[in-house]
């Protein structure tokens, strides 16, 4: 039955009683927020009816939000709530990550470049120290991508940790973050 006001005639016997009956729309369940670190992807869901379900594939469903060994490229999560409606998707990028960059010069390796997420919404892409300070950020002056080093001076060889934000093309602009570390090793 779809929304509206409707009627029930209810009968005990000869007596018959008419009875007038509303049915609403339930709040859809919205996606808030995905998070993705490495291969691994975690959905955060809001409004609806818990308990959420959820699905990669439309078909399979599990009632825990993470999904790991997440193949790079283009996905669809999937969700629904209590009421197992028609289920909310949104589809999202895990980026390619390469872990260690080697800048030397030999074509290989010598750059982060998520130049590929630029058509994304409000793409954020910044790089980090061991104490968490600042020491990179990318943006369309230096297309998505970062080469090993701070004001064209190479960084000492070592961890370094990356956070790449986004919002989807979506209806509801889901916001996407991606987090991981990355090995910098500079030849002296």
């Known amino acids: 039955v779809g929304v509206g006001t409707y009627w029930v ?16 729309a339930s709040e859809q369940p919205v996606i808030s927020s995905i998070d993705i670190s490495s291969n691994t ?3 955060h869901v809001v409004g609806g009816t818990p ?45 390619n990550l390469i872990n260690v960059i080697t800048p030397n010069g030999d074509g290989v390796n010598d750059v982060i470049d998520y130049s590929a997420l630029a058509g994304k919404q409000n793409l954020v892409f910044n790089i980090f120290d ?41 209806k509801k ?3 996407v973050k991606y987090a991981g570390w990355i090995l910098v090793k500079n030849r002296e």
């Open 9 to 24: 005639k209810l009968k005990t016997g000869e007596c018959v009683v008419t009875q007038n009956v509303k049915v609403f």
């Open 51 to 95: 308990s959420y379900q959820y699905s990669m594939d439309g078909v399979q469903w599990q009632d825990s939000n993470e999904f790991k060994d997440v193949p790079r490229g283009d996905s669809k999560i999937y969700v629904k709530d209590a009421y197992d409606c028609e289920p909310i998707v949104v589809t999202i990028v895990v980026p």
């Open 130 to 170: 061991r104490y968490g300070a600042k020491i990179h950020q990318a943006d369309q002056s230096n297309k998505y991508k970062w080469d090993g080093t701070i004001a064209g001076r190479k960084i000492p060889t070592g961890s370094y940790w990356f956070s790449v934000s986004w919002n989807e093309n979506d």
């Open 173 to 175: 602009n889901t916001p």
């Open 41 to 43: 992807i975690t959905v």
